[in-house]
């Protein structure tokens, strides 16, 4: 029973501390364009690479 002495506030700073890392995480816009990224993979290039583009071996 002694342990709990330790644990209950040990595990009450990692929530606060998951919790401050989650709103940083929001309000610093990490998850404004989910979507974005995921279609830009996808997206065909329709310019084909110019001579200059090439890399010489």
């Given at each position: 029973?002694?342990?709990?002495?330790?644990?209950?506030?040990?595990?009450?700073?990692?929530?606060?501390?998951?919790?401050?890392?989650?709103?940083?995480?929001?309000?610093?816009?990490?998850?404004?364009?989910?979507?974005?990224?995921a279609?830009?993979?996808?997206?065909?290039?329709?310019n084909?690479?110019?001579?200059?583009?090439?890399?010489?071996?």
């Amino acid at each position: 029973m002694d342990i709990l002495i330790l644990l209950i506030p040990l595990s009450l700073v990692l929530v606060g501390i998951i919790a401050w890392v989650m709103l940083w995480a929001v309000r610093s816009g990490q998850f404004d364009d989910l979507e974005g990224p995921a279609h830009s993979i996808v997206m065909d290039d329709d310019n084909p690479p110019k001579a200059d583009d090439v890399p010489k071996p």
